[in-house]
């Protein structure tokens, strides 16, 4: 199935780019696709404890099943003032 993938803020900045279509198997998680990101962009892993994800704009856990067209973003800890 084909996933949309959205990067925000230092995710953007690590790969350059802001979006990407990504193929998984049927049943994945959101789990299951940052694995499959980081085997293909280990820049990536450092960061595997705090993101967090959204499925089409809900929050969610790395359990949550994706279905095919889903649009997933992935939301590093931002800080500002």
Known sequence: MLIEVRFFASLRERIRRSEATWSLRD?????DLWASLCT?????????ASISFAVNRAYVDRDHRLGAGDEVALIPPVSGG
């Not at 293909?40 to 595997?48: C, K, R, T, V």
């Open 40 to 48: 293909a962009h280990p820049q990536l892993e450092e960061m595997s």
């Open 27 to 31: 049943g994945a998680t959101v789990g």
